[in-house]
Nanobody, 126 residues
Framework: QVQVVESGGGLVQAGGSVRLSCKVS????????MGWFRQAPGKEREGISS????????YTADSVKCRFTIARDNAKNIVYLQMNNLKPEDTAIYYC???????????????????WGQGTQVTVSS
């Protein structure tokens, strides 16, 4: 059984930083791409960043490029999302997902997601 568990969310002031972690079990972690998605209130879920199985190639959406960085530690089965210079519009539930396909030029397709985490809330105050 695949388990995906996010942690690290919370309340942060605008301009601040947060690092989200995602611990995965139940699959051979270093053979699967991983992605971070978010869903803001009243909006659809969007893919914001993803990383290939080895951690050598990443994708980051234009909306967060230069502020968010994805990384993975295959020895620990963890993927991270470092979020800097946070803005109130970054307020959302952030989801981690294991996927079966990775694209360097666009977000992971939700149809390719194998397992979702439960999500972690990030709230950015102005």
């Amino acid at each position: 059984q695949v388990q995906v568990v996010e942690s690290g969310g919370g309340l942060v002031q605008a301009g601040g930083s947060v690092r989200l972690s995602c611990k995965v079990s139940g699959l051979t972690f270093d053979t699967y791409p991983m992605g971070w998605f978010r869903q803001a209130p009243g909006k659809e879920r969007e893919g914001i960043s993803s990383i290939n199985f080895s951690g050598t190639v990443t994708y980051t959406a234009d909306s967060v490029k230069c502020r968010f960085t994805i990384a993975r530690d295959n020895a620990k089965n963890i993927v991270y999302l470092q979020m800097n210079n946070l803005k109130p519009e970054d307020t959302a539930i952030y989801y981690c997902a294991a996927a079966r396909a990775f694209h360097s030029h666009l977000a992971i397709d939700e149809d390719d997601v194998i397992s979702w985490g439960q999500g972690t809330q990030v709230t950015v105050s102005s």
